[in-house]
């Protein structure tokens, strides 16, 4: 019996390594997923194909690679916030948008939709296969585009072009993994040299694009007595061993990593595309330096931009430069890091009270119980902030969440795509109750999979983020409080168990007890609603803002609640001043 185009694509993702397809089955889909049941890869089924997505998107930001599929019209559709996800963090994935039968096209068929112009702002490759000569030169192109250019490549299948007789093509089916060795050229080196040794106070700050290099970032920092800062998707590579680090910057970050870069004459931005410039200094020199060229320049006012692979610049430019024996400056950012981390304790040691915990303590507790090679998901909100505050990077443990996309509700999603790629180690999900709340239903998948993701949920019955948006903007907060249903009932309904979390002194036997379940489990704990994370830098047009929102609750008979913020955070507002 002759293979059809269906069975064809899959041999072909089979070869490229590809172990699992996140989605939804359905008319379109039908074909491809027959032909997955006679292969050796695994048709995951969710209950929403945004999880499939979020899924797709954090086994491929671990492996290198993966795929996620929907159904004609609104079962892509479904796909596109974790697709953008995807793509923003520059993860290889492969989506396959199955759509209506190609004859049907351009009639305003049921079910219709463009998928190219769909995709179009989320894919680096994006087409459309409507004969079977197209097959093999379009998933080749598409996985090579993926992997290469580190993002999302579509491919748009009809559901009848899916069933027809499968034809070999001329051209390769290999999947050509490159690893070239980039970096600047011996010119630019130089001149990045003469910059470095002619400044007396360099900081280096390092992003994801850094991952690879941590032994030669640290080798570099103390050869120039530098500080070394970090962004969030940066923290779990860059902190550990680094007797240098001074923390993270931008909004979830650190007085400490903000003040070495602007104390700095020079700063040397290494493989990161920080997204925040009013964290970036406007006085001093910044040089850069990222594989991808096209951002060089777009955060911050540059002295020098250069192309190349972290690891084999610092390896290369380090015979050039001058060990700098100074270290009065660098003493001076760690003592002061030494402060800001001992006032980040002052939460741990008075951790609230019942049903408002302190979410800080939650989270320090956590990093201590959990494992030195557990991989994090945290949702986007307020459970970034203790993610990034506290969960500590130790060169084993991974931190997956929508860093640059910033949308609600992927660290539920994100742990079934790990827990999936990594059954053996410890998935912990840091879930919102804003976010847990939006996507519940894919709790189901967790249960019919088995996997052992811990889902703790930071319920603080609000928006909490969001709240101190409309705080600092000189707003009170209007439609962000949640009442939200038993989640330790939905969990046990969905077939695992779940425990509700009210008092501070039972947080710690709990977490012991949910991370060492043989199983999935969720914790709801009832954290304080009135804590605010509040950034490295506070702008006095903030600080108006937030007086006025505090005034007009005042004004409204929110008396209580404008106590309790102030007292909730009393010890981390004087932290700053």
């Not at 036997?509 to 009832?526: M, S, T, V």
């Given at each position: 019996?002759?293979?059809?185009?269906?069975?064809?694509?899959?041999?072909?993702?089979?070869?490229?390594?590809?172990?699992?397809i996140?989605?939804?089955?359905?008319?379109?889909?039908?074909?491809l997923?027959?032909?997955?049941?006679?292969?050796?890869?695994k048709?995951i089924?969710?209950?929403?194909?945004?999880?499939g997505?979020y899924?797709?998107?954090?086994?491929?930001?671990?492996?290198?690679f993966?795929?996620?599929?929907?159904?004609s019209g609104?079962?892509?559709?479904h796909?596109?916030?974790?697709?953008?996800e995807?793509?923003?963090?520059?993860?290889?994935?492969?989506v396959?948008?199955?759509t209506?039968?190609?004859?049907?096209?351009?009639t305003d068929?049921?079910?219709?939709?463009?998928?190219?112009?769909?995709f179009?702002?989320?894919?680096y490759?994006n087409q459309?296969?409507?004969?079977?000569?197209?097959?093999?030169r379009?998933?080749?192109?598409?996985?090579q585009?993926?992997?290469s250019?580190k993002?999302?490549a579509v491919?748009?299948?009809?559901?009848?072009?899916?069933?027809?007789?499968?034809?070999?093509?001329t051209?390769?089916?290999?999947?050509?993994?490159?690893?070239?060795?980039v970096?600047?050229?011996?010119?630019?080196l130089?001149?990045?040299?003469?910059?470095i040794?002619?400044s007396?106070?360099?900081t280096?700050?390092?992003?994801i694009?850094?991952?690879?290099?941590?032994?030669?970032?640290v080798?570099?920092?103390?050869?120039?007595?530098?500080p070394?800062?970090?962004?969030?998707?940066g923290?779990?590579?860059i902190?550990p061993?680094n007797p240098?680090?001074?923390?993270?910057?931008?909004l979830?970050g650190?007085?400490?990593?903000?003040?070495?870069m602007?104390?700095a004459?020079?700063?040397?931005?290494?493989g990161t595309?920080f997204p925040?410039q009013?964290?970036m200094?406007v006085k001093?020199?910044?040089?850069?330096i990222?594989?991808?060229?096209?951002?060089?320049?777009?955060?911050?006012?540059?002295?020098?931009?250069?192309t190349g692979d972290?690891r084999?610049?610092?390896k290369a430019?380090?015979p050039?430069?001058?060990?700098k024996?100074?270290?009065?400056?660098?003493?001076?950012?760690?003592e002061?890091?030494?402060?800001v981390?001992?006032?980040?304790?002052?939460?741990?040691?008075?951790?609230?009270k019942?049903?408002?915990?302190?979410?800080e303590?939650?989270?320090?507790?956590?990093?201590r119980i959990?494992?030195?090679?557990?991989i994090?998901?945290?949702?986007?909100?307020?459970c970034?902030v203790?993610?990034?505050?506290?969960?500590?990077?130790?060169?084993?443990?991974?931190?997956l969440?929508?860093?640059?996309h910033?949308?609600?509700?992927?660290?539920m999603?994100?742990?079934?795509?790990?827990?999936l790629?990594?059954?053996?180690?410890?998935v912990?999900?840091m879930?919102?109750d804003?976010g847990?709340?939006?996507?519940?239903?894919?709790?189901?998948?967790?249960?019919q999979?088995?996997l052992?993701?811990?889902?703790?949920?930071?319920?603080?019955?609000?928006?909490?983020?969001?709240?101190?948006?409309?705080?600092?903007?000189?707003m009170?907060?209007n439609?962000t409080?949640?009442?939200?249903p038993?989640?330790a009932?939905?969990?046990?309904?969905?077939?695992?168990?779940?425990k509700?979390?009210?008092k501070?002194?039972?947080?710690?036997a709990?977490?012991e007890?949910c991370?060492?379940?043989n199983?999935?489990?969720?914790?709801?704990i009832?954290?304080n609603?009135n804590?605010?994370?509040?950034?490295?830098?506070?702008?006095?047009?903030?600080?108006i803002?937030?007086?006025?929102?505090?005034?007009?609750?005042?004004?409204?008979?929110?008396?209580?609640?404008?106590?309790?913020?102030v007292?909730s955070?009393y010890?981390?507002?004087?932290?700053l001043l």
């Amino acid at each position: 019996m002759a293979k059809n185009i269906a069975e064809q694509i899959v041999e072909m993702l089979e070869s490229a390594n590809v172990k699992r397809i996140y989605a939804v089955t359905g008319d379109s889909l039908n074909h491809l997923n027959a032909a997955v049941k006679k292969s050796s890869i695994k048709w995951i089924h969710v209950r929403h194909e945004e999880v499939g997505a979020y899924a797709a998107a954090a086994e491929a930001e671990l492996d290198g690679f993966a795929v996620c599929a929907g159904s004609s019209g609104p079962g892509h559709v479904h796909l596109i916030n974790g697709v953008y996800e995807a793509h923003r963090s520059h993860v290889p994935m492969l989506v396959i948008a199955s759509t209506i039968p190609s004859d049907e096209m351009g009639t305003d068929y049921f079910q219709e939709t463009n998928t190219i112009k769909l995709f179009d702002d989320c894919s680096y490759y994006n087409q459309m296969i409507t004969r079977p000569e197209q097959v093999q030169r379009t998933v080749q192109t598409a996985i090579q585009h993926a992997i290469s250019k580190k993002g999302v490549a579509v491919i748009g299948l009809p559901g009848d072009v899916s069933e027809m007789n499968a034809e070999e093509g001329t051209t390769s089916t290999q999947i050509f993994k490159t690893n070239p060795i980039v970096r600047p050229s011996d010119e630019e080196l130089t001149h990045l040299a003469k910059i470095i040794n002619e400044s007396e106070k360099v900081t280096i700050y390092c992003g994801i694009g850094a991952e690879n290099a941590n032994p030669e970032v640290v080798g570099l920092s103390k050869f120039l007595k530098a500080p070394v800062g970090y962004s969030f998707r940066g923290k779990m590579a860059i902190q550990p061993n680094n007797p240098n680090e001074v923390g993270l910057t931008g909004l979830l970050g650190f007085p400490s990593a903000y003040h070495a870069m602007h104390d700095a004459d020079l700063v040397i931005l290494l493989g990161t595309d920080f997204p925040y410039q009013k964290f970036m200094p406007v006085k001093n020199k910044i040089v850069q330096i990222d594989e991808s060229p096209e951002r060089l320049g777009r955060r911050a006012k540059l002295e020098l931009g250069l192309t190349g692979d972290v690891r084999e610049t610092i390896k290369a430019l380090l015979p050039l430069l001058k060990e700098k024996t100074d270290a009065h400056f660098l003493n001076q950012q760690i003592e002061f890091y030494g402060k800001v981390k001992e006032n980040q304790l002052a939460y741990v040691k008075d951790f609230g009270k019942e049903d408002a915990i302190q979410p800080e303590y939650v989270a320090h507790t956590l990093d201590r119980i959990a494992k030195k090679d557990a991989i994090f998901t945290v949702d986007t909100g307020m459970c970034c902030v203790w993610g990034a505050r506290f969960i500590t990077g130790t060169g084993e443990r991974k931190m997956l969440g929508s860093f640059n996309h910033g949308s609600m509700a992927n660290a539920m999603p994100m742990a079934i795509g790990a827990s999936l790629a990594y059954p053996d180690r410890q998935v912990i999900a840091m879930c919102g109750d804003g976010g847990l709340s939006m996507l519940l239903g894919d709790m189901a998948t967790i249960f019919q999979y088995k996997l052992p993701v811990k889902l703790i949920v930071f319920n603080n019955r609000t928006l909490g983020m969001v709240k101190l948006e409309m705080e600092v903007g000189g707003m009170p907060d209007n439609e962000t409080d949640m009442i939200n249903p038993d989640f330790a009932m939905v969990a046990q309904a969905m077939g695992y168990p779940g425990k509700n979390v009210h008092k501070p002194e039972e947080v710690e036997a709990a977490i012991e007890e949910c991370l060492n379940y043989n199983g999935p489990y969720l914790l709801n704990i009832f954290t304080n609603p009135n804590a605010l994370a509040l950034p490295p830098k506070i702008d006095f047009d903030q600080v108006i803002g937030m007086t006025k929102s505090m005034a007009q609750l005042m004004l409204g008979g929110k008396m209580e609640e404008v106590l309790e913020t102030v007292k909730s955070n009393y010890k981390h507002i004087k932290g700053l001043l």
